[in-house]
């Protein structure tokens, strides 16, 4: 029998209240609310997302929809000017490089599915049936014993009366502490393995165990009829939560009572007490698990039994506040994070509510509250409530809140996962952050990790542009700080007279400015003739033109956007969804058209008749090979060759290797040789004279039956008209 629990003077009863004769013991030290698990711990604001209340009316709604409308045109009229820009660069390539560029953005999307996998990928939290099959497992905190064919089970009353009605009733007959209750089941063939399934199902709503004898209708039926049929296991842990049947601990809360009297809380209020099942919480959280454990080393479980109260467990509330104590049995009970629990209960003046009236935080939003929330969930080391926390934060990214989110989750005491969905919601939606306010808030290193990314949605032109803006918005910063306090907030302040772009230090901009312009493709910058590169150049603030407008060796101008012509300056195009869609429109266009082609070279050399003195089948055959020219035409126009960035090593193979595994063979032919080779590297090989008139014959009949469908569509056309 596991560590014990004491026994229950009321089997149901209110959530609220405790016996004064219970124990207590002291949780937590005031030393680590420093570390920023605390609400000591500094969240940062979140002033521009506050809930605003359903029932207030907008007097602005006309106009809001009116800026919606000019707002969803600017960027519809941005997406055609880059789309234009696009087409104009891609009118002058052949078209196997816009197949190349085509391809390459289509591998930039694939290895963009997988970083968003990754982006989302974290540790899996233990799920309430997982950790009350192991409560059943490792028998934590039982309080009564099942004797069935002289074996033990020790079990949970509290978790069987609320699972089943058979164990409700049996229960109620045998309330004391530790009971043996022998166990005389009715239904033929239960065995000791068949009732421990039977108890690992209660538990978790699984069997646990592979066995014939459950999918035998009569022995379930007969089981339901004995034990009755239980609700799931979500249900009937929410009932047990909301009525508290059989707790065996009270939570309850301390708090500083000289700041306490300053504002005018009673102690009676702060001395709330709430009811809970040693079982569920030490399943749940290994912190209450150890502490309970404790307990029983030092004896103080055996006070509990003896005198028959449950176990006060003293929060300190400055590590867990006491609003948040009910969100956390409730996700403890039913695997929800349910923070409208903190708003539907009245206020008590609590020692955490005072705390957030002196620190002006005492509307908290959705996400602040979770980011408190999550801090707690660390300390009691209770995952579920951790991610839980962390997707209530990454649903709140918005422009108002992003920057706030990217700054805790940046934090040591942040959520990883929490930082990279705002980073990811920064390089989605980069285009909208620049053109606001909240773009020059953005740290230098949030916004190093953006321009990093293959996967920014903005033009390298616009980067260029709001990075320089960017820069000489924190020079003026760096100038208003540097001016003397007696003229800091006045009319010859910096902030209120501003600064001329031709008076800032050029020097001073350029050092501001030098970690992230080199990440700035500026080889990808459209229109070519780009004023913002020619004006950055013409400031110095980037020292040498893009690489693909400098000639090569060879003459002409390399490509910095396709590997096959980069001369060693190809650069990665960006995943720019205007730009994508250009290229992919233009293919299809080159595609389209290349069949258009062929038909119309079909259908002329059909209706041309043959040629005098020639025979009908020759000049059928000479249709047939001009549409074979135009098709192997297209074939080769559109032919790429994969050239490797590994250096050509085959020749350090042994001959011993399968002749399969060369690419192209290099060993040398043998001028004795009476007969050509049968296949050439790199060609197609030539078929057989019988292969070629089938395929001739195949043709020709194609042939007739598209010419037929022609003529009868002109029919029908001319009988319309």
């Known amino acids: 029998m596991g560590a014990n629990a004491s026994n229950y003077p009321h089997s149901c009863s209110p959530r609220v209240g405790g016996n004064s004769q219970a124990q207590q013991t002291f949780i937590g030290t005031s030393s680590y609310s420093h570390q920023g698990f605390g609400c000591e711990s500094k969240l940062y604001s979140l002033d521009h997302g506050h809930e605003k209340p359903q029932d207030k009316k907008k007097k602005t709604s006309g106009l809001a929809t009116l800026k919606k409308k000019f707002i969803k045109r600017r960027k519809s009229s941005r997406s055609a000017d880059h789309a234009k820009q696009m087409r104009e660069l891609l009118s002058g390539w052949d078209v196997r490089d816009v197949n190349a560029l085509v391809e390459e953005y289509e591998g930039t999307s694939a290895l963009k599915e997988l970083y968003l996998q990754a982006n989302l990928a974290r540790p899996e939290a233990r799920t309430l049936q997982k950790d009350m099959a192991e409560l059943y497992q490792y028998k934590y ?17 509290a978790i069987l009366a609320a699972r089943c009605p058979f164990f409700k009733t049996l229960l109620s007959s045998s309330p004391e502490y530790g009971a043996e209750i022998i166990m005389d089941i009715n239904t033929a063939g239960i065995d000791m393995p068949m009732f421990s399934a039977l108890l690992h199902y209660l538990y978790t709503g699984e069997f646990g165990m592979e066995d014939s004898r459950f999918q035998n209708v009569d022995i379930l039926v007969q089981l339901s009829e004995e034990f009755g049929t239980p609700n799931s296991l979500d249900v009937d842990m929410r009932a047990l ?18 700041l306490v009297e300053t504002f005018g809380g009673s102690q009676n209020c ?78 008590v003046g609590s020692l955490s509510e005072v705390q957030a009236l002196v620190a002006g935080k005492l509307n908290m939003t959705r996400a602040e509250e979770a980011m408190e929330l999550y801090h707690i969930a660390l300390f009691l080391e209770f995952n579920m409530l951790a991610q839980g926390c962390e997707d209530i934060i990454a649903e709140s990214i918005s422009l108002d809140t992003l920057i706030a989110i990217l700054k805790w989750s940046s934090q040591p005491y942040g959520s990883k996962w929490v930082h990279r969905q705002a980073l990811h919601f920064l390089c989605e939606e980069f285009t909208q952050v620049m053109t606001s306010e909240v773009f020059y808030e953005l740290s230098k290193d949030h916004l190093l990790t953006a321009i990093q990314s293959d996967y920014l949605q903005a033009s390298e032109q616009d980067i260029l542009k709001y990075l320089i803006k960017w820069g000489e918005h924190q020079l003026m910063k760096r100038i208003a700080d540097r001016e003397p306090n007696l003229l800091s907030g006045t009319a010859h302040s910096v902030n209120k007279r501003g600064v001329k772009r031709r008076d800032l230090d050029i020097e001073e901009l350029r050092e501001i400015l030098s970690p992230l312009l080199p990440f700035v493709r500026i080889e990808h910058i459209l229109p070519m003739n780009s004023e913002v590169l020619s004006d950055a150049m013409k400031r110095g603030l980037i020292s040498t033109p893009p690489s693909d407008m400098l000639p090569t060796s060879e003459g002409g101008k390399s490509n910095a956007w396709l590997r096959q012509k980069n001369a060693g300056i190809y650069v990665r195009p960006r995943l720019f969804s205007p730009y994508v869609e250009e290229a992919k429109i233009l293919m299809k266009f080159h595609r389209k058209q290349s069949s258009v082609v062929r038909e119309t070279s079909l259908v002329s050399s059909q209706f041309a008749g043959p040629a005098p003195r ?24 559109l032919r790429m060759v994969r050239m490797s960035n590994v250096p050509d090593t085959l020749y350090m193979v042994n001959n011993a290797v399968p002749q399969c595994c060369h690419v192209i063979t290099h060993q040398q032919v043998s001028t004795n040789q009476s007969s050509p080779p049968s296949v050439i590297a790199n060609e197609i090989p030539v078929p057989s004279l019988l292969v070629v008139k089938e395929m001739i014959m195949l043709l020709l009949s194609s042939c007739r039956i598209l010419t037929n469908s022609f003529l009868m569509s002109d029919l029908g056309m001319r009988a319309h008209c």
């Open 141 to 157: 905190c039982t309080d009564v014993d099942l004797i069935f064919q002289e074996t033990c089970f020790p079990v949970h009353r």
């Open 614 to 637: 020639q025979p009908s089948w020759q000049a059928d055959g000479k249709s047939v090979l001009d549409e074979m020219m135009v098709e192997q035409t297209d074939l080769v126009r």
């Open 270 to 347: 702060l001395d709330e007490e709430l009811r809970a099942h040693k079982a569920i919480i030490s399943s749940r959280s290994p912190f209450f698990r150890h502490l309970l454990q404790r307990r029983i080393r030092t004896g103080e479980e055996i006070t509990d039994r003896t005198l028959r109260t449950p176990t006060r467990i003293i929060l300190d509330e400055s590590i867990i506040p006491k609003k948040y104590a009910k969100v956390i049995l409730n996700c403890m009970y039913t695997d929800v994070v349910d923070l409208s629990v903190l708003h539907s209960s009245p206020s």
């Open 241 to 258: 939560f909301d009525y508290m049947c059989y707790y065996d601990v009270v939570l309850s809360f301390s708090s500083n009572s000289d």
